[in-house]
């Protein structure tokens, strides 16, 4: 896709995929450009802004394609059932997740994506819609929670748990857009390999959510 506009500052390029990155002040949200990169990388492809010498932006999408044709059996050929080719295991299979994220915008494109990967999700708009889910008997593997939320935030669903669930305390891992927030709520120790800094690329999300229960489960 490319457009004959001003094109994309150099400043601007640098953070154009991230999350609420916008040009349009109070007109835009700076989402559109994160989700459709996310909804892309879902399908296994990538969007990207193309460097040029014109006026004008271009964006690229790239998609798998087929290595090959599907070769076809000869007419006279007997009808056989067809044998379906095995699907790769999926790296979160059987892992539950709750994932706790006042912005639905971020959290349903990782919902949807920790899905694909073979994980059981529940969602959660704030801490104490997580600390809800829990009471319905919901058992997560990994609890995923924002670090900033209204009504409760990550730091204080952590805190609840660990007076009241401490098992479930050590399953929380946190999403925070800057990592010193931590020493500020009372977390800075908790170790880092608990904290997921926004915003997190779906594939290393979906690495470091296996590396964790591996880890636990060892």
Request: hydrophobic content about 40%; proline content about 9%.
């Amino acid at each position: 896709m490319t457009d004959n506009g001003p094109g994309v500052a150099p400043e601007i390029a640098q953070r154009l995929f991230r999350p609420f990155a916008s040009t349009k002040g109070i007109r835009g949200t700076g989402l559109g450009l994160y989700i459709s990169r996310q909804l892309v990388r879902e399908a296994e492809g990538e969007l990207d802004l193309v460097k040029r010498s014109e006026p004008g932006a271009r964006f690229l999408v790239w998609l798998p394609t087929a290595s090959q044709a599907v070769p076809t059996a000869p007419a006279a050929a007997p009808q056989a059932t067809p044998v379906p080719p095995s699907a790769p295991p999926k790296s979160l299979s059987g892992i539950r997740v709750l994932l706790v994220d006042d912005e639905e915008l971020i959290r349903r494109p990782m919902s949807r994506f920790l899905s694909k990967r073979g994980a059981e999700i529940r969602e959660a708009g704030d801490g104490m819609a997580a600390l809800e889910r829990l009471r319905e008997g919901f058992d997560p593997h990994v609890i995923l929670a924002d670090l900033r939320m209204p009504r409760m935030g990550g730091a204080e669903l952590y805190e609840r748990l660990q007076q009241e669930r401490p098992g479930l305390a050590e399953r929380v891992m946190f999403l925070s857009g800057d990592i010193t927030h931590l020493a500020s709520r009372g977390l800075s120790e908790v170790p880092r390999d608990r904290v997921l800094v926004k915003p997190v690329e779906l594939a290393e999300l979906e690495r470091r959510i296996a590396a964790f229960v591996r880890e636990k489960a060892a």
